[in-house]
C-alpha cells in the first residue's frame, strides 16, 4: 500500500503548482451544483475607519484551482495553530475574525492584533514591516464595524462573538438558487496604495507563505561536504535528507503507518521508531500528495463505514495513475446504489486491467480533521474482485423475478439493506464482518446468514424499522418478506459460487440445468436452486401456508392469519410438525382442502422427523420462501426505496 501512495503522489508531483498542496475549495453539496455561486470582498476601509460589505461586493464564484489560488482559500490546519486565513469558508467566519482580531480573553478583552500578526511576529518577524505587517497592525481598529455587521452576539458578559452571515443574508435577500460560498477580506488603504485589494494580494503574504509551507525543512545537503546518507522507508535510496517521517495535518492515511493502533509498524521497535520508519523531504512531499489524492479520489462506503480504495499492482515500477479510474469505478459496483441503466453503461465500456493488482480497504473514522484507522480488508486480488462481481450479476439475473421490479443491481449494498445495524447501540457492525470475510477469502457461518435473515424478518414483522438506521419502513409484510428471502437468496447463491460457504447449502449443478424462467414452475425452480429434500419439505409447507393465508385474508378478510402462528425467531422440528397439523386443520375449517392437498402430501412425504438435521432458522426461511415463491415486485413500493436510498 505504501509503495501504490508514494508511486501516485510522485506521478502527480510532475509539473504540479506547489500551492496545489494548501488549496481547498469552499464546502459545496449537490444542491448547490444548480446554484449560482457568490464570493463576498468584506472591504476593509482602513482611511475611512469603516467597513463595506454591501451587495455590489459580491463577485461569481468559480472552483477552478487558479481562480481559488488567486482567492487563497487554504486548507485550514487542525490543532492549535493560529488563524492566518484571508479567505473562509461563508460557514467558518469565525476563522477571519480570529485571523484579523484574535480571540479575547477570560475578561472579553481582545489582544492588540490578531493571530495573522501574531504568527507573523512568530515566524517571520521580518515581515512585520512589510506591507503586509502593517495592514495587519491597523485592522483591529475595525474590530467593532466588523463585529456590527457579522456578529451573532454583542460579547456581553466576556462572552466570544461569533460571527455569521446571518445579518448579512437577511439584507441581501438573495434568490434561493444562489448562495455565498466564500468570504475574503480587502483592504483600502491609500497611504499603501491598496483599494480594495484582497489580503492575501499584498506585499509580505507570499513570502509568507512560502516560509510557512515550502520552505526546506533541513538544511541543504551542499551545507555539507561529506553528507551522512541514510536509507529512505519508501524509497529503497540512501539519501542525505533523511529522517523520522512527519506527515502534514491530521487528516492523512501516512499517520496508518506509522502512529495509530492499527498500523504497521506493529513490529518496531517503538523507542526506535524515529530511526526505524526515516525517509527523504521528497517522499515525505509524494506521500502527502498520494494520500490527500486517495483521500478525495478513491473512497467507498462499505456497511456505511468510510474507506478508502489502495490498490497495489504487481508491475509496480510502471504504475500509472490512470488505472486507478476503473478500479475506483469497478469498487463501486460492489458497494455503492447503482441503477441497472449505469451498472450495464459501465460494463459495456470497461476495459480490463492487464496488470494484476490487488485491493485494501482502511476504514476510516475522519471529520476531516483527524485520522483514525477502524477497520482494514487486506490484500484483495483483482481476480477475487472481479469473481464477486461476476456471481452478483449472475445472481441478480436468476432472481430478477422476484427482485427485478426495483431496476437497480444487487451488490454488497443490497445486502447490507437486509442486515439490521443498530448504529447507536451495537459496537460490531455484522455487515462489515461479513463483506470483510467475502472479500478476504474467509469461510462463512451458514447459521450467521440465517441468523440475519431472521433479524431482518422481525423487524418487518414487529414494525422495528426505526430501531435501524439501514432498514427501509413498509406497511406490506409479504412484499418485504419476499425481498428478504430472495435478496438472502441471492447471496447464498453468491457464496455457495463463490465456494465461501462453510457447508454446502444446495446441490449445485453446472450442466443439465433448464433454460426456462424458474419462477415459471416449482419443479424448474428447485432444479435451477439444487434444493435438497429438506428445504423442498419446507418450500412445500410454505406454499400451503400461503393459500391458507390466502383465504383468511384475502377472501374472508379476517385480521390475524396463520403468519401469527408462525415463531419468526426459528422454526424447530416440533415447531414445524405443530405448525403443519394447524394448517392443514385451517384448511378443513375453510373447506379448502382440495386446493392445498397436493403441497400438503408433497410436504408430508419429504418432512422425515426422526431423521431432522436443519435449523430453526434456516427452516424459517425456506418456509417463507415457499411462500413468496408467487408473490412479484410492488413497483410503488419499490419506488419508495429507490426514494429512500436516494
Known sequence: MLETIYAIGKEISQGRDQWQDIIEPPKTDAKDEDRKLWVL??????????????KENLEAYDPEFAKLKALRSLKVLGGNNKAFYT????????????????????????????????????????????????????????????????????????????????????????????????????????ELGLEAVHLGHISGYERFIEKKFFGSKSAPAAANSNPILKLCYATGEMLPDVKEAEFSGRYNINKYFQNTTLNYVSDFDKNKLGQNYQVSEEAIKNLDRGADYLLKQMTCEIADIRHVIIPQFFNQDTFNIKLLNPIGRNVELLFKFQKLATIENFLDNFADIDDIYWISFLGIDSDGNYFKAGNLIKDVPSFHFNAITNAFKEAERLFAPWLGGSKTSLNFYSIYKAIPIRKDKVKVNHALKLFAAVLEQRKVENAHIFRHFCELILCHWFGRTRSYT???????????????????????????????????????????????????????????????????????????????V????????????????????????????????????????????????????????????NDWKMGSQEALFFILTGYTFGIRPDKKQDETNQSANN
Open 470 to 548: 439501514n432498514i427501509n419502513p413498509t406497511d406490506k409484510f409479504d412484499f418485504a418478506a419476499k425481498d428478504a428471502v430472495f435478496t438472502y437468496h441471492a447471496f447464498l447463491r453468491v457464496l455457495e459460487n463463490l465456494d465461501l460457504l462453510k457447508e454446502k447449502q444446495f446441490i449445485m449443478e453446472t450442466e443439465n440445468l433448464p433454460k426456462q424462467n424458474p419462477a415459471e414452475r416449482v419443479d424448474l425452480f428447485f432444479a435451477t436452486m439444487g434444493y435438497t429434500l429438506e428445504q423442498r419439505a419446507l418450500f412445500y409447507l410454505g406454499r400451503v401456508l400461503s393459500k391458507v
Open 41 to 54: 470582498n468584506i472591504n476593509l476601509d482602513l482611511d475611512d475607519k469603516v467597513v463595506l460589505a454591501g
Open 87 to 190: 479567505s473562509v469558508d461563508s460557514g467558518k467566519l469565525d476563522l477571519l475574525a480570529k485571523t484579523l482580531f484574535g480571540k479575547p480573553d477570560g475578561t472579553g478583552a481582545y489582544p492588540d492584533h490578531g493571530e495573522f500578526l501574531e504568527t507573523i511576529k512568530k515566524d517571520a518577524p521580518e515581515l512585520v514591516s512589510e506591507p503586509l505587517g502593517q495592514v495587519l497592525a491597523r485592522v483591529p481598529e475595525l474590530r467593532e464595524q466588523f463585529f456590527d455587521i457579522f456578529g451573532e452576539s454583542d460579547g456581553a458578559g466576556g462572552e466570544k462573538v461569533k460571527c455569521s452571515l446571518k445579518k448579512i443574508n437577511e439584507a441581501f435577500q438573495l434568490p434561493r438558487n444562489e448562495r455565498i460560498v466564500l468570504v475574503y477580506a480587502g483592504i483600502t488603504c491609500r
Open 550 to 609: 390466502y383465504e383468511q385474508t384475502g377472501v374472508r378478510k379476517h385480521k390475524k392469519n396463520a403468519l401469527d402462528k408462525l415463531n419468526y425467531n426459528g422454526m424447530d422440528k416440533q415447531a414445524i410438525f405443530r405448525f403443519a397439523n394447524e394448517l392443514f386443520e385451517a384448511g378443513r375449517h375453510y373447506d379448502i382442502t382440495e386446493y392445498i392437498k397436493w403441497d400438503w402430501g408433497r410436504f408430508s412425504e419429504l418432512f422425515d422427523y
